[in-house]
């Protein structure tokens, strides 16, 4: 496994990790994605989660899934405020179409991201807060793992120390810092998983979610879920984002609270 992150090609629509940053030039003052990414399960559409580590969280139990290396990278237009919500993204066409990408022109003040992508179970526990199912807890849960340029180096290490992503086990935290990554600032591993073992914990989650077992451990179609749209389609989200006002800068008090800000 090579650590020269900078010159390595991905599959997907990110291609190759970018250059870091001109420290001289103007940051982005937007905080943001525009509309969910998903996936066909039977005659449904499941939304795909990215995955978040709180700020101050010391300990996230996760298993990877992905055989060997993560390999697929896309741009995004990610974490924008549409139809009420924070939890919205759209793949950028900027790379992949020859016409360039519309919503790029929306989001004037926030260029769209570079992200290597991975899969993973969220083991955490989570309570629904209200509706039929209040009180029912949620565990086990399939994310897509986001990874941002700054951080391949430090991912793609551990990867290669731990012989590949497959089955392994890990504690996630994150600093108290808010500019830390979403992803976690700390990866702590501790074992590996067999097959059988995924297959026997994880199959209640599957079964809820509605896929066999053997499918829910396996990592997300990434071609499938980040497929860029058409250039037609791609020109409506824009006029409608740019329509509702989702271009406009979002105050700092939006984002402040990241509990009411989630993926």
């Given at each position: 496994?090579?650590?020269?992150?900078?010159?390595?090609?991905?599959?997907?629509?990110?291609?190759?990790?970018?250059?870091?940053?001109?420290?001289?030039?103007?940051?982005?003052?937007?905080?943001?994605?525009?509309?969910?990414?998903?996936?066909?399960?039977?005659?449904?559409?499941?939304?795909?989660?990215?995955?978040?580590?709180?700020?101050?969280?010391?300990?996230?139990?996760?298993?990877?899934?992905?055989?060997?290396?993560?390999?697929?990278?896309?741009?995004?237009?990610?974490?924008?405020?549409?139809?009420?919500?924070w939890s919205n993204y759209?793949?950028?066409?900027?790379?992949?179409?020859?016409?360039?990408?519309?919503?790029?022109?929306?989001?004037?003040?926030?260029?769209?991201?570079?992200?290597?992508?991975?899969?993973?179970?969220?083991?955490?526990?989570?309570?629904?807060?209200?509706?039929?199912?209040?009180?029912?807890?949620?565990?086990?849960?399939?994310?897509?793992?986001?990874?941002t340029a700054s951080q391949?180096?430090?991912?793609?290490?551990?990867?290669?120390?731990?012989?590949?992503?497959?089955?392994?086990?890990?504690?996630?935290?994150?600093?108290?810092?808010?500019?830390?990554?979403?992803?976690?600032?700390?990866?702590?591993?501790?074992?590996?998983?067999?097959?059988?073992?995924?297959?026997?914990?994880?199959?209640?989650?599957?079964?809820?979610?509605?896929?066999?077992?053997?499918?829910?451990?396996?990592?997300?179609?990434?071609?499938?879920?980040?497929?860029?749209?058409?250039?037609?389609?791609?020109?409506?989200?824009?006029?409608?984002?740019?329509?509702?006002?989702?271009?406009?800068?979002?105050?700092?008090?939006?984002?402040?609270?990241?509990?009411?800000?989630?993926?």
């Open positions: 496994m090579t650590t020269e992150a900078t010159t390595r090609t991905y599959r997907g629509s990110g291609g190759s990790k970018p250059a870091p940053r001109d420290p001289n030039s103007k940051p982005s003052k937007f905080r943001g994605p525009a509309y969910i990414l998903s996936e066909k399960v039977g005659d449904n559409e499941k939304k795909v989660t990215p995955f978040m580590v709180r700020v101050g969280t010391k300990s996230t139990p996760v298993v990877t899934l992905d055989h060997g290396e993560f390999d697929f990278a896309v741009l995004l237009h990610a974490r924008f405020k549409a139809n009420g919500s759209v793949v950028c066409t900027k790379k992949s179409d020859p016409k360039g990408c519309p919503v790029c022109s929306v989001f004037t003040e926030k260029p769209s991201q570079w992200f290597l992508c991975g899969t993973l179970v969220d083991r955490s526990v989570w309570v629904i807060p209200d509706g039929k199912n209040k009180g029912k807890e949620i565990s086990n849960q399939r994310r897509l793992l986001l990874v391949v180096d430090q991912m793609e290490l551990i990867g290669g120390k731990i012989g590949g992503w497959r089955g392994a086990v890990f504690d996630v935290g994150r600093s108290t810092d808010q500019k830390s990554p979403r992803i976690g600032s700390n990866w702590f591993y501790s074992a590996k998983m067999t097959e059988e073992d995924m297959l026997e914990l994880f199959e209640p989650a599957a079964a809820g979610y509605g896929l066999p077992v053997d499918q829910y451990i396996e990592p997300f179609n990434y071609e499938e879920i980040l497929k860029p749209k058409s250039f037609e389609e791609m020109t409506k989200i824009a006029a409608a984002i740019k329509a509702e006002g989702a271009q406009e800068l979002a105050p700092a008090s939006s984002v402040s609270n990241e509990a009411d800000v989630p993926f």
